[in-house]
């Protein structure tokens, strides 16, 4: 199974809505480039992790799809907040069983990877999934989580304003942040989208996901590309900061979340 003639449909598909309006058109592309990112990371975790070759390229596959509700999603609303429109992964899903897409992949596969872009941007998926399912789900999640850790430490370090899609909309004020927020990424909680007020908020929501990786592989990545250190390093240097920097490097280092 080749991946380039998925690559292409992908393409296409994404490509439809683009309209010539270059701050829309720059988001389209934001999150085509955003979606090779994911599957260049989801390679790269099924390789370290030693994954048999059909479900790392089936890994590979649910990841470039993972984001393709996304473009109906901005053309539809100009918005990439779920809250505020339609749930990109139910809109991937639906493109998936409308588009026509290359005929290698088995039903029976295309379902996996239908799932596995139905649950990557969930809270949390069931334990009791069976590993078919849930191999490829879990490797989607960690590769998105760790493509948009850059993205959105990338868009709060570039000068000018933030772009309120991107952002989330939430306020660009250096020093503050909530205390809701921090309170449960400390506590070893998910942060929630729908509970950011700052930018520091956001910071917070991704160092929270350290405590979510599914794969000893992605805590490596991680590391070795500097984006918790980078996060942090953007954050207030106060001492409820300076704890919970603690206690994530220290979680990252001594305690990975070593997968079955």
């Keep these: 199974m080749s991946l380039r003639p998925h690559i292409n449909a992908f393409t296409r598909f994404a490509e439809s809505h683009l309209t010539g309006n270059e701050t829309d058109d720059a988001l389209i592309r934001l999150k085509i480039d955003h979606s090779f990112r994911v599957q260049a990371n989801a390679a790269l975790i099924a390789a370290k992790e030693k994954l048999p070759s059909p479900c790392a390229r089936l890994c590979e596959l649910a990841a470039l799809y993972h984001d393709i509700g996304r473009f109906p999603q901005y053309s539809e609303y100009h918005t990439f907040k779920d809250s505020e429109s339609a749930n990109h992964a139910r809109l991937g899903v639906l493109a998936l069983r409308q588009l026509i897409l290359p005929t290698d992949v088995p039903p029976d596969d295309w ?73 449960r990424v400390y506590s070893g909680k998910l942060g929630i989208y729908n509970n950011m007020l700052y930018a520091n908020d956001f910071k917070l929501l991704l160092i929270s996901w350290i405590f979510d990786f599914h794969w000893a592989s992605s805590i490596q990545i991680l590391s070795e590309r500097k984006y918790l250190d980078r996060a942090f390093d953007s954050l207030p240097n106060d001492d409820k900061i300076k704890k919970l920097k603690e206690k994530a490097f220290n979680f990252m280092h001594y305690n990975p979340c070593l997968a079955p």
Excluded at 111 to 120: D, E, G, K, L, S
Excluded at 161 to 173: R, S, T, W
């Design 111 to 183: 379902r996996t990877i239908r799932f596995a872009v139905a649950q990557h941007n969930v809270m949390h998926i069931r334990n009791s999934l069976p590993k078919k399912l849930a191999t490829p789900t879990q490797v989607v999640r960690d590769a998105d989580k760790l493509d948009i850790f850059n993205v959105i430490l990338s868009h709060f370090e570039s000068e000018g304003p933030l772009n309120a899609v991107i952002a989330g909309g939430v306020a660009d004020e250096p020093d503050n942040y909530s205390m809701s927020m921090y309170d």
